[in-house]
């Protein structure tokens, strides 16, 4: 499949600038992240705005990669973060670990240093390909006559499964020079389709099962309403993990529980005759071995030489069309009884739920809360959740409706991730608010981003569980029994934060006081934060009904 392409001008009088943004349009970039140096990022700033892409000035490297990255993740679509040489390639590796990992396309442009300059130069220099290399899945200078060659092979890279940044690094005289040849024509390419025997094969397994399983990992995404229809088919339960939420929604009564390898789902799992994993990627699994002797059927788009389970039948290739061809031939309903799928479910929230506190808000119950505020102020709301204990309660108990509707870091699980995802969300679909949950080291970690929101008009509630430590990192101290040591810090006030960012702030103690800032929060028009003192005693528990 190809698209033709289209230009402003005559396309051999482009520069490589100018390819790179033709490039960005062809791929459905409408927005570019970054702290642009001096050098390229200004030329492609400047061809890129021409082209209609805007530009979101953050206020640093690491949240526009992740921005970058949560766009792509929840549309598809390339992401594109920029930034300058030297501290902010340093600053924004973390960022890029997140795409890798997330398994987001993003291309990540830095400016560069001239040969000619390198031989003089050491200011800010440092091998930036090679502090890059670990985490992206190419490079690119864009020098030389195969320049629009290059930004094609690199954008298609990105794309392919599985996704991931690529780096370009641009100088500016390599951006302002004419391209030699011009811009080849775009190669949209589709993973093959899987082998019609194994499929065959899958679907004799599938049928002769009597109480199978389905795991939805985050590749399920693109394949939404393909695997809605197999899972109905075999009205069978269905786990998907933390970046599968929503290719059923929440709601619906095959969904029994997230899935991540831990505890949580064993009472559904362990009763089950064959697993089936839909698109799912080894690296949204927790750091443990994997729990079951039941028989694994891997459907997906690729194997994976590193996974947790041997599986007894793989099927690779385009995931939607492996799906359908496993409804149409003929697999049936399992032995499962609708009563049986619900009361699992209820056992999983139960397990997770917090109990009364003599203090400050419940974690469930703050999720609870808000969701069922959204619900009332008619906010069809997406959310974005950063890393941390708080977690547990988000992904449990907020309902995600489609896919996308949940960003994470879940293969990184990297603090600092939940407002930058929820600026970019809120900024490419306004139509859609996002909630933004985060921890206060999370926050703390990114707190900048605050002045993004506002300066972006981004429509986002950040809701912070403000316990005043690293609360995971804290249980766990404290399950080994050793002296609290550098886990904790004070309770402090993010809604004067938010307040001095120029966006509405407010502080909260106990469920009246959410009730109302919740009301208040979801009728301002532009970002909100409700700070909310959090009771930490229940996430020990929490984290063993969870984990194990």
Same mark, same amino acid.
């Given at each position: 499949?190809?698209?033709?392409?289209? +230009?402003?001008?005559?396309?051999?009088?482009? +520069?490589?600038?100018?390819?790179?943004?033709?490039?960005?349009?062809?791929?459905?970039?409408?927005?570019?992240?970054?702290?642009?140096?001096?050098?390229?990022?200004?030329?492609?700033?400047?061809?890129?705005?021409?082209?209609?892409?805007?530009?979101?000035?953050?206020?640093?490297?690491?949240?526009?990669?992740?921005?970058?990255?949560?766009?792509?993740?929840?549309?598809?679509?390339?992401?594109?973060?920029?930034?300058?040489?030297?501290?902010?390639?340093?600053?924004?590796?973390?960022?890029?670990?997140?795409?890798?990992?997330?398994?987001?396309?993003?291309?990540?442009?830095?400016?560069?240093?001239?040969?000619?300059?390198?031989?003089?130069?050491?200011?800010?220099?440092?091998?930036?390909?090679?502090?890059?290399?670990?985490?992206?899945?190419?490079?690119?200078?864009?020098?030389?006559?195969?320049?629009?060659?290059?930004?094609?092979?690199?954008?298609?890279? @990105?794309?392919? =499964?599985?996704?991931?940044?690529?780096?370009?690094?641009?100088?500016?005289?390599?951006?302002?020079?004419?391209?030699?040849?011009?811009?080849?024509?775009?190669?949209?390419?589709?993973?093959?389709? =899987?082998?019609?025997?194994?499929?065959?094969?899958?679907?004799?397994?599938?049928?002769?099962?009597?109480?199978?399983?389905?795991?939805?990992?985050?590749?399920?995404?693109?394949?939404?309403?393909?695997?809605?229809?197999?899972?109905?088919?075999?009205?069978?339960?269905?786990?998907?993990?933390?970046?599968?939420?929503?290719?059923?929604?929440?709601?619906?009564?095959?969904? +029994?529980?997230?899935?991540?390898?831990?505890?949580?789902?064993?009472?559904?799992?362990?009763?089950?005759?064959?697993?089936?994993?839909?698109?799912?990627?080894?690296?949204?699994?927790?750091?443990?071995?994997?729990?079951?002797?039941?028989?694994?059927?891997?459907?997906?788009?690729?194997?994976?030489?590193?996974?947790?389970?041997?599986?007894?039948?793989?099927?690779?290739?385009?995931?939607?069309?492996?799906?359908? @061809?496993?409804?149409?031939?003929?697999?049936?309903?399992?032995?499962?009884?609708?009563?049986?799928?619900?009361?699992?479910?209820?056992?999983?929230?139960?397990?997770?739920?917090?109990?009364?506190?003599?203090?400050?808000?419940?974690?469930?119950?703050?999720?609870?809360?808000?969701?069922?505020?959204?619900?009332?102020?008619?906010?069809?709301?997406?959310?974005?959740?950063?890393?941390?204990?708080?977690?547990?309660?988000?992904?449990?108990?907020?309902?995600?409706?489609?896919?996308?509707?949940?960003?994470?870091?879940?293969?990184?699980?990297?603090?600092?991730?939940?407002?930058?995802?929820?600026?970019?969300?809120?900024?490419?679909?306004?139509?859609?608010?996002?909630?933004?949950?985060?921890?206060?080291?999370?926050?703390?970690?990114?707190?900048?981003?605050?002045?993004?929101?506002?300066?972006?008009?981004?429509?986002?509630?950040?809701?912070?569980?403000?316990?005043?430590?690293?609360?995971?990192?804290?249980?766990?101290?404290?399950?080994?029994?050793?002296?609290?040591?550098?886990?904790?810090?004070?309770?402090?006030?993010?809604?004067?934060?938010?307040?001095?960012?120029?966006?509405?702030?407010?502080?909260?103690?106990?469920?009246?006081?959410?009730?109302?800032?919740?009301?208040?929060?979801?009728?301002?028009?532009?970002?909100?934060?409700?700070?909310?003192?959090?009771?930490?005693?229940?996430?020990?528990?929490?984290?063993?009904?969870?984990?194990?």
């Amino acid at each position: 499949m190809t698209t033709t392409t289209t +230009t402003l001008e005559n396309p051999a009088a482009m +520069t490589v600038a100018e390819a790179l943004a033709q490039a960005m349009v062809e791929a459905g970039v409408r927005r570019i992240y970054g702290v642009p140096g001096g050098g390229s990022s200004l030329d492609v700033i400047e061809a890129a705005a021409r082209r209609g892409i805007g530009f979101t000035l953050t206020k640093t490297e690491n949240a526009a990669v992740m921005m970058a990255g949560a766009l792509a993740e929840s549309t598809g679509r390339l992401g594109v973060a920029l930034m300058t040489k030297g501290p902010g390639v340093a600053n924004a590796a973390n960022g890029v670990a997140y795409a890798s990992l997330d398994r987001a396309p993003v291309l990540v442009i830095t400016d560069g240093f001239t040969p000619a300059q390198l031989g003089y130069i050491t200011h800010q220099v440092f091998d930036q390909r090679g502090m890059l290399a670990p985490v992206v899945k190419g490079h690119g200078r864009l020098e030389g006559e195969d320049a629009g060659a290059e930004i094609r092979r690199l954008v298609a890279l @990105a794309l392919a =499964a599985p996704c991931g940044p690529v780096h370009i690094e641009l100088t500016s005289s390599a951006a302002r020079k004419p391209l030699a040849r011009p811009l080849p024509e775009a190669v949209a390419a589709r993973p093959a389709r =899987a082998d019609a025997i194994r499929l065959e094969e899958a679907a004799a397994r599938i049928a002769a099962a009597r109480r199978p399983v389905i795991v939805a990992g985050l590749e399920a995404r693109r394949a939404a309403p393909q695997l809605r229809a197999l899972a109905e088919r075999l009205c069978c339960p269905v786990l998907p993990t933390y970046k599968g939420k929503g290719v059923l929604p929440d709601r619906h009564e095959l969904v +029994t529980g997230v899935f991540t390898g831990g505890a949580q789902e064993q009472e559904c799992v362990r009763q089950a005759d064959l697993i089936v994993l839909v698109g799912l990627d080894p690296v949204e699994l927790i750091l443990q071995p994997w729990p079951y002797d039941i028989p694994v059927l891997d459907i997906g788009v690729r194997a994976y030489p590193v996974h947790y389970v041997k599986p007894v039948l793989g099927v690779y290739g385009e995931l939607a069309a492996s799906l359908e @061809a496993l409804c149409v031939q003929g697999v049936a309903g399992s032995h499962w009884e609708p009563g049986e799928i619900a009361r699992l479910r209820g056992n999983v929230q139960r397990a997770l739920a917090y109990g009364p506190v003599a203090q400050g808000v419940a974690p469930d119950r703050l999720v609870q809360l808000t969701a069922e505020a959204c619900a009332r102020a008619g906010w069809r709301a997406r959310v974005a959740v950063d890393a941390g204990a708080h977690m547990f309660s988000a992904t449990a108990f907020f309902p995600c409706e489609e896919p996308g509707d949940c960003l994470i870091s879940n293969g990184l699980a990297s603090m600092a991730f939940g407002v930058p995802a929820a600026i970019a969300a809120a900024l490419e679909d306004p139509s859609r608010p996002v909630v933004c949950f985060t921890g206060d080291g999370g926050l703390m970690m990114c707190m900048g981003e605050l002045c993004t929101a506002v300066e972006a008009g981004a429509r986002i509630l950040v809701v912070v569980f403000n316990d005043g430590a690293l609360s995971l990192i804290d249980v766990k101290q404290q399950s080994r029994r050793l002296p609290t040591r550098g886990v904790r810090w004070g309770r402090h006030d993010f809604a004067r934060v938010m307040d001095g960012a120029g966006g509405a702030g407010w502080r909260v103690r106990d469920e009246d006081g959410l009730r109302t800032a919740l009301q208040a929060a979801l009728a301002a028009s532009g970002p909100a934060l409700i700070d909310v003192e959090v009771e930490p005693a229940g996430y020990a528990q929490q984290l063993k009904a969870m984990r194990g």
